[in-house]
Every structure is written in C-alpha cells, then in structure tokens.
C-alpha cells in the first residue's frame, strides 16, 4: 500500500470540492459508476489526451490518427468475438437484489452484503444467490425506431475495432508500409457492475488506443519497444517511477486474441491496479474482419514482392486511469503559516491551469495591471484572473488545482513594472519585470522536473 497521504476518499473530495469531477446525473441521486468533468477536470484530460497524440503522432512518423465511429456495423462484434465471449459471470440476490460478479465474492475484493457489510454477499442468513449467469458487457441499443431482426447495435466497448475496419482504407491514403500505427482517442462503453472506485471503473470511459501494424517476424521486437516507451511516457507525465511497474499476464490471463500481455500498472490508494495494457495481438483481429468480411485484409510489398497479413501490437490506456493517476500521484498536505494545505503536485505541463494572475487589492489601479498581464500571457499558457478573497485564499485556491505559479500584482509593481512569481512547490517568490514574463514562466514550462514528492522521499 501507499506511504503518502492520500486516499481514493481525500481524491473524491477534492475533485467534488474544486469542480474537477464529480458524480453525474446527482440531482436525481447520480447514475452508478458515471462522473462528469467540469473546468478544471477538463483540463487536466485534455493535457493528458494532448500528450498522448504528441507521443504518438507529433514526435514520431510513423503513425496516423483515426476518429472512427462509436457505432459499427454489428459483424463487427462477431468476427472480434466480443458478442461471445466480452461476458463477466454474474449472480444475483433474491433477497436484496443486487448484483455481483460471480468471481469477485472474495475478502480480496471486498464487495459486501447491502444488508449485513460485515459478511460478503451470499453470507448472510438471508442472501439468496442465483447460480452464475454470463452478462455481455456490451451496451445494446437499435438503429430505427422499432427494434426487429437485424437492427440490434452496439456501443463500442473498444476503440480499437474501428482501426481494424479502416486498416485497408488507411493504408490506402496514409502512404505508410508496416511497421506503422493507427491511433484514436475516444468514448467506449462496458456494461461494469463492479463498484468503480471513483473514476477507475466507469460506464462510459475514453481509450486512448493504437494498433500498430508490423511485419510478423518482427511483432516481439515491436512487443519489448511499446512496453518501454509506455512506461517511459507516464514517467515523463512526472509519475513518480517507483509507482509505476509493467507486469506480464501469466498465460491463464491472457484475452482470446493475445500471445502477450504486459499491463503498467500505477500503485493507486487501493493498491497496483492497471493503467494500460500492452497486448501482442498477432494476425487475429485482420484475419477475423477478413473472414466476416470478404475483404482482404493485408499488405502487399511491391518490393519484396511478399504479402501477408500484419501483426498487431497494440498499447491500449484510459484516459480517466491516466488522469486518477495523475491526481494520486500529486496529491500531498503540507502546512504553511500553521495551517494545513492541500496541493497537488503535478507536474507543470499537466497542470489545469498554468499560472493565476492575482491584483493584491482590489484598487489603486492593480486590477488594470494584472488584467494587462493576464492578456499577455493567455496566448502563452492556460492563465487565470481572480481577484476575490484573501491572498492567502487566493494561493491556497491555486495550490488546490495543482497551479505551478501565481503571478502577485502589488504596489510596487505599479512603480517599476514588476511582478513576484509564487512557486507552488518551493513556495519561493521571486521578482519578474513584466517584460520578461512570459519568456520567463514559458522557459520554466519547458524545463525537466521531477515529482517535489520524491525529493521528500529521499
Ligand atoms: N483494446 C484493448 C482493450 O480495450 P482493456 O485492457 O480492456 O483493453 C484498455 O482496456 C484500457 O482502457 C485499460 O487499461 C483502462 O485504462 C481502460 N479501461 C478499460 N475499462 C475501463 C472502465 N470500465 N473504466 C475506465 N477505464 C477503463
């Protein structure tokens, strides 16, 4: 378990309490496993989605980007074997009605009885359990306003098939020959009955996916290079590195599709769960889409005069994982001026916002200036005004959202056209001619950083 201070429930609260995320649907008593992202939430998920396509797409040549659709045609799920197999075995309760995945009725899960928590489900002296049914965790609806054969649709509990559908397409303008990538980032929907933890296990959840296509003798060499470059990318979010860890699936683990499976798993308050997973997925999904198809799934190389069907390595991560992550790992208190504060340590690039620019009164022309300096950093980075409150409020707000730097307007500034910049995690203030600013804060944006939260630790 953990050492530091943090914990799912202290994570929660936070989120709920600074607008980050909180449960949806709540002014009808929310909707199970379901949260809403507000300002600063989205933020933060669009820093982490923004650096995924960086790594896959603006630091390399190698791969393209794909938006395919979160409705596919239904032989889509056939051929991927998720109308099969994608199940989870489930009982029921007679007596209190609920549900509960049949091989989670362990202490190690720790799912309880609703009506007595000190036993587990099927326990108590009134539990009453089915035998174990086999639930598909695909969400069903119909296209057309009357359900009748053949008009039965899926959301996509995964990204990834839609790369597969629109392997020949792409490889047809994108002028790439294998290895190369196709990445997507988007919604995708399971059916979980497990309570979530938070934002970990949701309903609705975005994937950040990339199937990438390779030459079969060369599909482990691919394997060893994505386990290292995932877990290299989170490190580089400023996840701290003894958090972080790659575990191979032993064989019984392993999907239908995959010769193998590594995951990254983060060490979260609830223990090493996973983040992403790295699967060898060999020929299985083009051979299959070819099979249900008719189409010919493969390439040709016009030089070796060789054609076969690709192997696929694919790294496959959760956005909200990702971003539970993030807040965990720089989730810290400390105390300043004999007062307990919250902050979250992120790294700056992660960052919500990256600076708040804050008059120290509400007069005397300082509300001007710091307007003057909003606007001249806005274009820069993720700026926020606000002039409401104490300015100890004021830092302790920003701490709160994990913002590097707050940028003090005060009276001498109205003299000389300086500004104190207040570090977040040194909590040092130094002065900044307003001239320079940008450049300034830009060039510490730019610079390596590692977790003020290891540096305790050592
Ligand atoms: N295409 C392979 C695939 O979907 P997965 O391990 O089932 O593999 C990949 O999912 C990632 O998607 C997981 O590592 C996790 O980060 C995220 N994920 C899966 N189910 C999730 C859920 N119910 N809620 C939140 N994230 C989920």
């Known amino acids: 378990m953990p050492d530091d201070a943090v914990t799912m429930d202290k994570i929660v609260s936070l989120c709920k309490r600074r607008g980050l995320i909180f449960p949806a649907s709540e002014i009808y008593g929310g909707i199970a496993n379901t949260y809403d992202y507000g300002h600063y939430g989205v933020l933060l998920k669009r820093n982490v989605v923004d650096a995924w396509w960086q790594a896959m797409i603006g630091d390399r040549d190698d791969i393209v980007a794909l938006d395919s659709a979160i409705i596919q045609h239904p032989r889509t799920w056939e051929a991927s074997g998720h109308l099969a197999g994608f199940t989870d075995p489930l009982v029921d309760c007679r007596t209190c009605g609920q549900r509960f995945r049949a091989d989670h009725l362990d202490a190690e899960h720790d799912v309880r009885c609703p009506r007595k928590p000190s036993v587990l489900p099927g326990q108590g002296p009134d539990c009453n359990l089915t035998e174990a049914r086999e639930f598909n965790l695909m969400f069903e609806t119909t296209i057309g306003p009357v359900q009748e054969a053949g008009s039965t649709v899926y959301l996509r509990p995964e990204t990834a098939q839609g790369i597969f559908l629109d392997f020949k397409t792409v490889l047809g303008f994108a002028r790439r020959k294998p290895p190369f990538g196709i990445a997507q980032v988007g919604k995708s929907f399971r059916n979980e009955i497990t309570p979530g933890n938070f934002i970990f296990r949701t309903l609705e959840f975005e994937q950040m996916e990339m199937e990438y296509f390779v030459p079969p003798d060369d599909a482990h060499r691919w394997y060893l290079h994505w386990l290292e470059a995932r877990m290299d990318w989170y ?140 606007n001249l950093l806005r274009r820069r980075m993720q700026t926020e005004y606000d002039e409401g409150g104490s300015i100890g409020r004021r830092y302790r707000r920003q701490d709160e959202i994990g913002t590097p730097w707050c940028v003090t307007i005060d009276h001498q500034s109205l003299e000389d056209r300086t500004v104190t910049v207040r570090d977040r995690d040194t909590l040092t203030q130094d002065r900044v001619a307003i001239d320079e600013l940008p450049d300034v804060l830009a060039g510490k944006l730019e610079a390596p950083w590692i977790s003020p939260k290891l540096l305790v630790e050592d």
């Open 235 to 374: 490190e580089r979010l400023g996840i701290r590195g003894d958090h972080l860890r790659l575990r191979a699936h032993e064989q019984d683990e392993l999907s239908h599709y995959s010769s193998a499976t590594s995951d990254v798993e983060y060490l979260y308050p609830i223990g090493w769960q996973e983040l992403e997973g790295i699967a060898n997925r060999g020929n299985f999904d083009l051979t299959q889409h070819a099979q249900y198809s008719g189409e010919k799934l493969e390439y040709f190389d016009q030089q070796s005069g060789e054609r076969y069907v690709p192997h696929v390595i694919e790294p496959a991560a959760g956005v909200g994982r990702a971003t539970l992550a993030l807040l965990c790992d720089a989730y810290d208190e400390d105390e300043l001026g004999g007062e307990a504060r919250t902050v979250l340590k992120l790294h700056p690039r992660m960052a919500p916002v990256k600076v708040a620019v804050l008059p120290l009164v509400r007069k005397d022309g300082q509300p001007e200036l710091a307007h003057e300096v909003r």
